[in-house]
Structure formats: structure tokens, C-alpha cells
């Protein structure tokens, strides 16, 4: 089963293993800048940032991914212009999850907690990988 909801307090640090522990190819082909990478206290502290920031006022809004009620991925926006648009970022930890077609249904459950918690009009989906990510969006 299939299920989506909130960042709690409980998903810093698998969120912070995820990008601590991945491998640097993989970073690399998801775009990411290995030598930018937070440490893993500034890691807690944003994200526990996120967590106490009014809705307004985040810079980043995350929702965890989970598959029979076990967190697997999340996806988040930044660049938030609220009541406006924010740019989706999506990311599932567990490589035996990863194109498992499981992602188009977690998009799909994922999106109106964005527009409606963030009262969006616009959305980005910037996908830097080519390979097949396993999902589409209709």
C-alpha cells in the first residue's frame, strides 16, 4: 500500500542517510554538487527548520513517500513563492524501490498537499536524470 504525508521529526535522519550515505555517482547524476553538501548537523538543522517554520515562511516543504507504512522516499519543493509556484524535487532512498512504477502513484498522492498547503498556481518538475526514472505524469 501506498501512502503519503508530512515530514515529522522522525525522517531527519533517514533523509539525512540518504544524502550522507549515497553513492557519488549517483549524487553526481541527480546533478548534485558533492562538495556543497551540508555536514550532517546543518542537515538537522534545516530540516528541523522546515518543521517549525510556519507554512508561509518555508523555504522548503517535504513530504515522506511511504510503501506499507515505511518510509522509502519524499518529495520536496523550494524556491517558494507562496501562492505562486515551487520547484518539485522527488527522491526515493531505496534502490529496490527505484523503477518500481511506484513513483507516478506517490506524484500523483504528492501533489495537491503542494498546491494546497502551499496555495500554488504553478509547478516545476526539473528532472536531471535520463535514464528511465519509472514514472510518468499524464
Known amino acids: 500500500m501506498l501512502s503519503v ?3 515529522r ?3 531527519i535522519d533517514p533523509i539525512t542517510r540518504y544524502w550522507l550515505g549515497a553513492d557519488s555517482l549517483f549524487l553526481k547524476g541527480m546533478g548534485v554538487d558533492t562538495g556543497k553538501m551540508p555536514e550532517r548537523d546543518e542537515w538537522r538543522k534545516m530540516l528541523l527548520e522546515q518543521l517549525n517554520e510556519s507554512i508561509k515562511e518555508k523555504k522548503s516543504y517535504c ?3 511511504l510503501v506499507d507504512n515505511k518510509p522509502v522516499g519524499h518529495s520536496n519543493v523550494n524556491k517558494i513563492i507562496f501562492g505562486k509556484e515551487a520547484y518539485m524535487h522527488l527522491h526515493i532512498w531505496k534502490d529496490d524501490v527505484r523503477k518500481t512504477g ?3 502513484s506517490l506524484i500523483k498522492m504528492t501533489l495537491p498537499w503542494f498546491f494546497e498547503k502551499l496555495k500554488l498556481k504553478n509547478r516545476f ?3 536531471r536524470r535520463k535514464a528511465n526514472i519509472g514514472f510518468v505524469i499524464d
Request: aromatic share 14%; net charge negative.
Open 9 to 11: 521529526k522522525d525522517d
Open 5 to 7: 504525508r508530512e515530514i
Open 125 to 127: 518538475i526539473h528532472l
Open 102 to 104: 511506484f513513483g507516478t
Open 63 to 65: 513530504i515522506i513517500w
